[in-house]
């Protein structure tokens, strides 16, 4: 089945300690996201990638990076995790339609959630 | 601006009907999504409205109106397993999705 796949599941990690999240799929489509959610909040979008080209959002911090090496493969680093980056991160994918102004159904995977020490 | 509203929480009875709303103000708008979310799990796709109306599709429905910027998520029939937070997005074009919070709706039996 196609589908988006993120490791871990669960990540435990220490104050400061660099911690990099996976996200695959098999949908072959050309765009990915990277979310933040935390508990009974609404997804925040950190990043999205338009094939190999990146958006940054203007409010996310640059405690946060991400890569995107190929169609199917997509990370998320964070450099110095702080208390405040403990979420869900969950990654998402979409086609791109002709013109680009619309945005096409995302489809996600079942998130990492991360907590910090 | 952006903004939606939705309502925090809701709760409703097994084969009953609720109706979750979402009202919206965004500076670009194509269209509404809802999405389903079980507690730890990620987003469902449910439904995308672009025009005004109703959508029906199974056991639930979405209704658009883009001149009040309003939405409905209706859900019948309800079951147990419908226990879910439920979040409105409006899609701002240029691949960007604005979520609401979501409303968390408990199924009793």
């Known amino acids: 089945d196609a589908m988006v796949i993120q490791n871990p599941r669960y990540q435990v990690t220490q104050f400061g300690k660099p911690v990099t999240l996976s996200c695959s799929q098999t949908l072959n489509h050309n765009v990915m996201y990277w979310y933040q959610q935390k508990s009974s909040q609404a997804p925040k979008l950190l990043f999205h990638y338009y094939d190999k080209d990146f958006n940054n959002e203007a409010d996310t911090p640059d405690n946060f990076q991400s890569r995107r090496p190929n169609t199917s493969f997509c990370f998320l680093d964070i450099r110095s995790p702080g208390l405040g980056d403990a979420a869900m991160y969950l990654c998402?994918?979409?086609?791109?339609?002709?013109?680009?102004?619309?945005?096409?159904?995302?489809?996600f995977g079942p998130g990492t959630r991360l907590t910090v020490l | 601006g952006q903004n939606i509203d939705q309502p925090t929480e809701m709760t409703a009875t097994e084969g009953a009907i609720v109706q979750i709303n979402c009202t919206y103000q965004?500076?670009?708008?194509?269209?509404l999504f809802w999405y389903q979310q079980h507690a730890g799990e990620a987003p469902t796709f449910l439904s995308y409205?672009?025009?005004?109306g109703l959508e029906e599709k199974g056991r639930f429905s979405s209704f658009l109106s883009r001149s009040k910027g309003y939405s409905y998520l209706l859900l019948k029939e309800l079951q147990m397993k419908d226990s879910a937070s439920y979040l409105c997005?409006?899609?701002?074009?240029?691949?960007?999705?604005?979520f609401g919070a979501g409303t968390r709706l408990a199924v009793h039996p």
């Open positions: 998402a994918t979409s086609r791109e339609p002709p013109g680009g102004e619309i945005t096409d159904t995302q489809y």
């Open positions: 409205n672009v025009l005004d």
């Open positions: 965004t500076s670009g708008f194509n269209g």
């Open positions: 997005a409006t899609d701002g074009g240029y691949n960007k999705l604005i």
